[in-house]
């Protein structure tokens, strides 16, 4: 069964720092890759960044661009997304899926974790 757990996130000032995680089971990161996805009050869901380590293709959108950075840990079956200098816009909650990724974009394949929140507050 597949499975996606994130955790990691909270309530944080502007310009502050988080760390999300997604927790994978059920597949390998050989499968598929990894999408970070967020969904503010009243928006769609956006593509923020994703990872493939079959091929280390990394992508971000612009609106986080030079502030967070995906990582994969292969061993553990867990991806992180770093999130510096954060800013209020940034709110949402953030979801992982299992997905398609490449320097251009990303999508997701159907798998999706319960998402977890994050506030920065101005």
């Known amino acids: 069964e597949v499975q996606l757990v994130e955790s990691g996130g909270g309530l944080v000032q502007a310009g502050g720092s988080l760390r999300v995680s997604c927790a994978a089971s059920?597949?390998?990161?050989?499968?598929?890759?990894i999408g970070w996805f967020r969904q503010a009050p009243g928006k769609e869901r956006e593509g923020v960044s994703c990872?493939?380590?079959?091929?280390?293709?990394?992508y971000y959108a612009d609106s986080v661009k030079g502030r967070f950075t995906v990582s994969s840990d292969n061993a553990k079956n867990t991806v992180y997304l770093q999130m510096n200098s954060l800013k209020p816009e940034d709110t949402g909650v953030y979801y992982c899926?299992?997905?398609?990724?490449?320097?251009?974009?990303?999508?997701?394949?159907?798998?999706w974790g319960q998402g977890t929140q994050v506030t920065v507050s101005s």
């Open positions: 899926a299992a997905a398609w990724c490449n320097e251009y974009g990303l999508g997701y394949y159907g798998y």
């Open positions: 059920g597949f390998t990161f050989d499968d598929y890759a």
């Open positions: 990872i493939s380590s079959s091929d280390g293709s990394t």
